[in-house]
């Protein structure tokens, strides 16, 4: 007699809302810390009026994030045992130590910046800068080492959170600048070129993260089964509104060619881009940690 096993196993949800949240956060932060290097690593002056709220924003950002992780735990009184415990092999005990020391850096960094010691600053923004890359790149191989869950099991998740990381810190950025401009300027004067150069950078890093976002959906579909599953769940499922209209349409593509558009090159319109473009990576975090859950384990 043919017998047939069937296994009905309920969505477990590991991470969760707040590990989106954990991700997002860091990600500004790593985001607005390299763009706050553009003047005093890389010499470009015209990025000089957000050099000093980026790093501040940077450190204040990566001060909050570990508060998610926190919460999450459920037992934040035991964080020190990952200081104490450690796994070579794990990618969360790398993290405890980068989200201790780049938060250092960036105030150092921070510091000799204000003190317009150039020579410092230049010093600690080159430290800062792969210390920041690696705080955020860490969090995609968080994921990515998970290959019971196929949407995480890809080696481009690192560098997909890297480039959603500095389109969110640019965004971001952007409306510092306005507000910036508007509010602590005696002239109330935004500085619109400043404002238009970023939605250019945007649309040339937009461009590259869809490049990604597609080679992602092409390899899980033309992969295995799992990777079918994946690519039908985020089209379709449960998560695909969020997934194509949300994160992809509104969140990228509507930006993409508001910015590229010149007689659109107006400062409430890039405004309104930039938090859009913010809600969208936040969205983007949300379906790969609580979308990649909802799908069965393999």
Known sequence: MDTMLIYNVPMQETFGVW??????????SAGSFILSTLRYVFGFEQFKPLAKPGVVLAALLLIL??????IHSGQPMRAWHLF?????????SWGSFLLTIYPIISVIYGYFMFKENKKWAKIMGIIGIPSAIAVHGYTGFVLSVAKA????????????FLISAI???????????????YF???????????LFILGKMLIWIIIFD???????IIAHYTGHKEGIEVVKHMFTGTFGFLFLFAEVLVGKVVPLVVFSVPKWRKTSI???????????????RYNVVVGGEHIPIV
């Open 19 to 28: 590990i989106a949240v954990y991700f997002y956060l860091t990600g500004l």
């Open 65 to 70: 994030a570990p508060m998610a992780l926190l």
């Open 84 to 92: 104490v415990f450690i796994n070579p092999s794990s990618p969360l």
């Open 149 to 160: 869950r196929a949407l995480w099991a890809t080696p481009i998740m690192p560098l997909l």
């Open 167 to 181: 389109i969110s810190g640019i965004a971001m950025m952007m409306i510092v600048n306005v507000i910036q401009g």
């Open 184 to 194: 602590f300027t005696k002239e109330r004067k935004i500085n619109t070129d400043l």
């Open 210 to 216: 869809l490049f990604l976002v597609f080679c992602d």
């Open 270 to 284: 890039y405004l309104i881009m930039a938090i859009i473009i913010m809600i969208g990576i936040f969205i983007m």
